[in-house]
């Protein structure tokens, strides 16, 4: 039911993205328009990752990478909520802010963790929709890469 509902959200990104293409260009989104694409799936991964990682705090074999990754998962929280909050003020500054810092951070936890194939598919396609709606293809795939390739960095399940 989840990756239907991915694949649903990046159909519709897509859509958006290729209207957009279709036009003389003299429309844009707005920095909210832009965010009620993004922040529900940037949402949707923070608060998994937050579930799986409070999990792995409680196990001794995860707990040193739970420990990295929630440090990682707080430092994000004010810019996310600065973007996704309900009632929040979006800019083009705190959007870019959320692609620059929390896009890559909550990229690079999903890397590290050691969750299924499947969990990190998930989380990387939610990302996905998010990173094209703020038009940052590759961030997320990059940051994923290297918290893999990171030798700390434990083996997926």
């Known amino acids: ?3 239907q509902t991915l694949i649903a959200a990046l159909v519709v990104a897509c859509m958006l993205v290729l209207a957009g293409c279709a036009t003389d ?5 707005s920095p909210a328009q832009i965010a009620a694409i993004a922040c529900p799936q940037v949402n949707l991964v923070n608060s998994q990752l937050t579930v799986i990682n409070t999990a792995m705090l409680a196990s001794p074999a995860t707990a040193p990478f739970a420990k990295k990754a929630s440090a990682e ?3 994000i929280q004010p810019t996310v909520a600065a973007v996704c909050a309900a009632g929040a003020t979006v800019t083009a500054t705190n959007l870019q802010a959320l692609a620059q810092q929390a896009l890559p951070a909550l990229g690079t936890v999903v890397g590290s963790l050691p969750i299924t194939p499947a969990q990190q598919a998930q989380a990387q396609a ?4 998010a990173e094209t709606a703020l038009g940052l293809a590759g961030v997320v795939e990059q ?3 290297a918290a893999k390739a990171d030798p700390a960095a434990p083996t997926s399940k």
């Open 126 to 129: 939610a990302l996905v929709v």
């Open 73 to 75: 998962l707080i430092a």
């Open 25 to 29: 260009g003299a429309k844009q989104l």
């Open 1 to 3: 039911m989840k990756t």
């Open 143 to 145: 940051q994923i890469q």
